[in-house]
Each structure stands twice: as C-alpha cells, then as structure tokens.
C-alpha cells in the first residue's frame, strides 16, 4: 500500500472492532487477565493500549519503519531517545536548531554527564572533526527550525556508520509525507505530532520512529519504563489528523511557495529562507533528499524589533502564536518567542536576530493571507 492508503488503513482492521470503521478509543487504564499467569495483548495502559497501538502501527508504516511509538510530546519523545545515552557520552548536535532541544540537551542532559558538541552538520569536515572517542551519536534536524538549513542526511548517515554512531533526526517540518530519513540510512526519527502530523493545533504530542527491530524495542523498554506515554484519547486526535497528513501537506506546500515567491520581491524583506526557492543555498539539496518543502519558513525583514514588531502586530489572518503545522496560518518572532530560552550571543552566532520572522502557512486562500502579508508589511 502507498502513503495515502497507509495514512487511512495501516494498523487498524475494523473486523477486530465490531465493526466500527473509526478506532475505538480504549480508555481503560488496565485490562482483565484471561487467567492467572495468561495476560491478554494489553494488560496495562502504560505498557501498551490498544488506541496507542493502531497509532504507533501507522507512524511505523508511513515513516517507512519496523516501529513506532507515539509520546506525549515531542520533548517527551526526545527525552526518550536521549535516555539511550549514558553519562559520559558525547553527542554531535545540529548547530542551529529548535530550542527545546537545545534546552533539553545543553541544560537538562549535560547535568547528568551527557556531554554534546554544537556543530554545522552542512560542514562534514567540521563534522568529523568533531567526532571523539566518547562520540556516540548525532542529533540531526533538517529543515532547521527556523533558519531552514538542510542537512544531507544519506551524507551524515554514512559518516555515522563508519564511527558506529547512532543518528537521529527530527522530521517534524516535512513529516514522512515530503522526507523520510530512515530510508536515507538515519537509525531513529524524532517527530512532534503536535505539528503537522496531528495538524490541527488540538494536540501535544510525540513520536519515534525506526527501521532496527532491537533499537525499536529498547526504546519501547524506555517508554514503558519512563512512562513518557500518549494518552488515548490524544492518540485518537492524532490518528484523526493523520488521515487527512497528505492532502494537508500538499496545499500548506502550495500556499508557503507562493508565499515565499511573493515576499522575494517585496521591497521590505532582506531575505527569503525557504528551500523551495532557487536562491536558497542548498535547494539542489532539497529537490534530492525531499518531495517538497512543507508550509514553514523564514524571512529577513529590513529592520529590526521595532519593525519586526510593527509588523507583527499588524497581521489580521495570520495569528501571533508559537508552534507551527495546523491547517491556520501562524506568525512568529523566534528571537523573543520559540527560542527564547537560548541566550542571545548564542542566538546571534545562530544568525536568529531581531529581523527574522517565521511562518507556518495554513491551508486558507493563499490569496488572502498574502494581502494579510502585504498589509501589515504597509505599516512597517
Ligand atoms: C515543537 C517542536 C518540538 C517539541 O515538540 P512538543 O510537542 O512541543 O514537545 C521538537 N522539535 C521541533 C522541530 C519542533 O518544532
């Protein structure tokens, strides 16, 4: 079966369920043994519950895995994933990346001895040269979040390999539908459902993905043990939303490229950092390893915060809001928003200043929202 067949049918046979065409949402915490020392499929909702499983089925299928395992949140799959490490081991980290994961990693894990390098992965002699003796992985994300540099996954994948280094990469800008790094040689993707995958900004939540039957079931040891866990009824929000993932991503494609199109010539903006463009450094790059460009972005405007701000605060559809991937359009200032909680020089060696906005195109009129655009750029 392919993407869109998958998206709707994988992990779930109606037969098993009545009959009904939609999962059920199995909200028991815990389920009846048949008789002692005989546990059924599930026997307790931390473990394993049956809306969960049709999920993690799906998330399997469509990223091209054996496995996967849904979270309730993207931080909570990512903790997951890093709980794989042991103190005193050393990571290689995507320089410029969401800040979450820059938090989680920088702050949370190097207090327990996990120790990492921040590192252009689009440099690969920078990247080896970063690698040590203590090396044990790479945390990759690409399309960044939010200056949309891309890493060459097959590249750094390779590179992995000859180490023995174990790589992961979150997938959450392009979901499976426009990338999908496990076939591209990555061991584990990350992804917050909260964003396109879900869709619909009615969630928070998380997955992990991969193609290694044993690495599936020690990260599952880890979320049973962590408890990091997708509720049910969350589940069945994600399950929802992945059914429509397809045509979603293909219209929030459509709208962000002309978007971008059209905010390349407006006078006002200093740049466009969008992969679909062929002013992008590493658009070649992007035809590659992706089947399109998902609907979030970047740009440059001439100024700075005032401007930004004037601007900003001038957006009628577009709403002034963090997180991204929902079928409304959202509008952001990463400086002072999403990756706030990374300390300014830090931002600045980033190349996340004042003038940069980032945007999540939304599926209405793409005519609409870039009048909305092209108001609120008048005021600035
Ligand atoms: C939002 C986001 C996360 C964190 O996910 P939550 O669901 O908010 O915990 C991780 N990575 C990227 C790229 C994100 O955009």
């Known amino acids: 079966m392919r993407f869109k067949t998958l998206a709707i049918h994988a992990g779930y046979d109606p037969s098993a369920n009545h009959g009904a065409v939609v999962p059920p949402v199995v909200q028991s915490s815990t389920f009846a043994f048949k008789a002692a020392g005989e546990p059924r499929t599930f026997d307790y909702s931390r473990s ?18 054996v496995r996967g395992l849904a979270f309730a949140t993207g931080m909570a799959a ?13 990571l290689l980290v995507q320089a410029d990346l969401y800040g979450g994961t820059w938090r989680l990693i920088s702050s949370v894990f190097a207090a327990k001895g996990l120790t990492a390098s921040f590192v252009d992965l689009r ?18 994300e690409s399309p960044t979040n939010p200056l949309m540099n891309l ?71 880890l979320q049973n043990a962590l408890g990091t866990v997708s509720s049910p009824g969350d589940c069945a929000l994600v399950l929802r939303g992945l059914r429509t ?23 006002k903006i200093a740049q466009v950092l969008h992969p679909g463009q062929s002013s992008h450094p590493q658009h070649q790059l992007a035809l590659q390893q992706t089947t399109g460009f998902g609907g979030t972005f970047a740009f440059r405007l001439r100024g700075a915060r005032e401007e930004a701000f004037r601007f900003l605060n001038a957006v ?36 996340i200043g004042e003038d940069l906005i980032r945007i999540s195109v939304g599926i209405e009129d793409v005519t609409d929202l870039i009048a909305d655009l092209s108001h609120a750029l008048d005021q600035i």
Not at 78 to 90: I, Q, R, S, V, Y
Not at 123 to 140: C, S, V
Not at 157 to 163: D, L, P, R
Not at 178 to 192: A, E, K, M, N, T
């Open 48 to 65: 394993g519950n049956p809306t969960r499983h049709t999920l993690e089925t799906t998330f399997a299928a469509l990223e091209g895995g």
């Open 78 to 90: 990512e903790t997951t994933a890093l709980m794989l490490f042991n103190p005193g081991d050393h």
């Open 123 to 140: 440099d690969e002699a920078a990247l080896r040269a970063a690698i040590t003796p203590a090396t044990k992985g790479i945390w990759i």
């Open 151 to 221: 890493v060459d996954l097959r590249a750094v994948a390779q590179i992995a390999k000859e180490h023995s280094l174990l790589t992961i990469c979150d997938n959450t800008f392009l979901s499976p539908y426009f990338q999908r790094p496990l076939d591209l040689g990555i061991d584990i993707v990350v992804h917050s459902t909260t964003k396109y995958i879900n869709g619909h900004s009615d969630v928070v939540a998380g997955a992990l993905m991969t193609a290694d039957a044993a690495l599936g079931d020690k990260l599952a040891y």
């Open 245 to 267: 993932l397809a045509i979603r991503m293909e219209e929030h494609n459509r709208n962000a490229l002309a978007i971008a199109h059209w905010l390349e010539a407006h006078p």
């Open 316 to 351: 009628r559809i577009f709403t002034l809001a963090e997180s991204l991937g929902g079928v409304e359009s959202l509008i952001e200032h990463p400086r002072t928003m999403t990756h706030l909680s990374i300390p300014p020089a830090t931002l600045d060696q980033m190349g």
